[in-house]
């Protein structure tokens, strides 16, 4: 990767990081899920709800405590959720997730993961990855238990 593609990716996760989109409280939640990453600190609770009678995700909002990665990761991960149906949802966890544990190999598709693509270069960083998965793997929790619902 170009060192000029590098530090625009580090530009996306402090914005992020700054701007918390989706922080905050969700009422009515119809699922929500806490995780927390015992190496870092990093602590985060995603509660998502449905559009009424569909599986697609009308909202998500988070609130956690942590270092930068985590709070950038969960601020792309509200804007990238919404209007996807469950089953997207998980497709796009396992795609975020294989980027993570690329250890900065392969090219992410920036069309399917967003602002995510941002995060490649913290696949380096191995004990970084749980940071930027945390909010990810509390989404994808939630959307199992709704599909077995
Ligand atoms: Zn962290």
């Known amino acids: 990767m170009s060192a000029s593609l590098d530090s625009l990716y ?38 998502v709800a ?10 998500l909002r988070w609130q956690g405590a942590g270092c930068s990665i985590s709070m950038a990761s969960a601020s792309v991960l509200a804007d990238l959720a919404p209007g996807r149906t469950l089953g997207e949802i998980t497709a796009l966890v396992g795609e975020f997730r294989e980027m993570m544990r690329s250890r900065g190999a392969g090219e992410p598709d ?28 509390a989404l994808e929790a939630c959307a199992t238990g709704l599909a077995a619902a």
């Open 10 to 47: 580090q530009q996306v996760i402090l914005d992020h990081a700054k701007a918390r989109h989706g922080d905050g409280d969700l009422p009515h939640a119809d699922a929500e899920h806490h995780e927390r990453n015992p190496t870092c600190g990093d602590e985060i609770t995603v509660r």
């Open 110 to 137: 920036d069309e399917r993961l967003g602002d995510a693509v941002a995060f490649h270069g913290v696949s380096k960083f191995v004990m970084r990855v749980k940071c930027g998965m945390l909010s990810w793997v």
């Open 50 to 59: 449905l559009e009424p009678g569909t599986d697609r995700v009308a909202e």
